[in-house]
């Protein structure tokens, strides 16, 4: 089943805050705030490698704190996303269940203030302790067994996220031929609306890869089907936006957690749709960073 995890009630927030502890401390005026929901818009997150224990430090910067400043973040925008992706590598290192716990905790204020969440796996990911945690909350069927794949809709963008992790802590990602072919599948079935593919692990076909396996079978998948409009992925913990030859935009999402480049930013991407593309805006967690409220506007490439 792929993991959506459903907005709570007010009501079953609070339960739920003091039976786990709450992963924030939120003031009670904050529910009383109604925000309105932007239905176009989507909260880009992607590895937040969050650990069992919050105190975990790792390349200078706690895991746990940088996901609850980018949370009361989500959660004081005047106008809300419809949802927020994260984009793989939830957990810290190996997929350990209290990591998973631990994501939980955290998730519940996101859940508590109405924002839907869609989940994907990375390679510092295991998908057996994930489902374990984090699927009793939802009951949906998985549409390609064993991953964890969905076709999320919204009036303007298609979203498909795929599931790349392998094997836990090989660096490298693959899909598969059975979701590729769901892929296309699902994107025959979804020809009209823009698309835009989810997934973990960077495009890459160079000889010693540390990106996506197949990415020559993806693409050979997406480039034909010009629906598809952008890749979102994350996994190189560096903030960047290209496009391929065929002008599918390459959205390079920053991690919530640590960067591998000192001046590299730690942050969230605040994505809005139109008809004709989508507009990014970077949202770091130093809000001090030079490239902090960066905006990329994309144009879809011809249908
Ligand atoms: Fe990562």
């Known amino acids: 089943m792929p993991i959506h995890l459903p907005p709570l009630s007010r009501r079953s927030f609070f339960k739920r805050s003091a039976l786990v502890g709450a992963g924030l401390s939120l003031a009670p005026e904050l529910f009383a705030v109604m925000h309105r929901k932007e239905a176009n818009s989507w909260a880009l997150l992607a590895d937040p490698h969050i650990a069992a224990d919050p105190a975990r430090v790792q390349r200078g910067i706690n895991m746990t704190e940088h996901f609850k400043t980018v949370s009361q973040e989500l959660l004081t925008l005047s106008r809300r996303p419809a949802g927020v992706f994260v984009v793989g590598d939830c957990a810290f290192n190996q997929g350990e269940p209290g990591d998973y716990e631990a994501l939980s905790g955290l998730l519940e204020p996101l859940r508590g203030g109405g924002l839907p969440l869609h989940l994907a796996l990375g390679n510092h990911d295991q998908r057996e302790n994930f489902w374990k945690a984090l699927e009793a909350n939802q009951a949906a069927k998985r549409p390609v067994a064993d991953r964890q794949v969905a ?153």
């Not at 560096?238 to 390079?252: F, K, P, Q």
């Not at 001046?263 to 970077?282: I, N, S």
Request: aromatic share 8%; hydrophobic share 45%; charged share 20%.
């Open 151 to 303: 076709l999320i809709r919204s009036p303007l963008v298609n979203w498909f996220m795929l599931d790349s992790l392998e094997t836990t802590l090989q660096t490298p990602g693959l899909l598969g031929p059975a979701q590729l072919d769901w892929l296309a599948k699902a994107l025959d079935a979804n020809p009209e609306k823009p698309a835009v593919i989810v997934v973990h692990h960077n495009p890459g076909m160079a000889v010693n890869i540390s990106g996506l396996k197949d990415t020559e079978a993806l693409f050979k998948v997406i480039r034909p089907r010009s629906q598809v409009k952008a890749y979102c992925f994350g996994h190189t913990h560096h903030w960047n936006v290209t496009a391929d030859e065929s002008g599918i935009h390459l959205v390079n999402l920053p991690p919530v957690a640590y960067v591998f480049r000192a001046e590299d930013p730690a942050g969230w991407v605040q994505a809005t749709a139109r008809a004709d593309g989508m507009k990014l805006e970077l949202r770091c967690v130093d809000a001090t960073h030079n490239n902090h409220a960066q905006v990329v506007d994309l144009k879809w490439r011809p249908a």
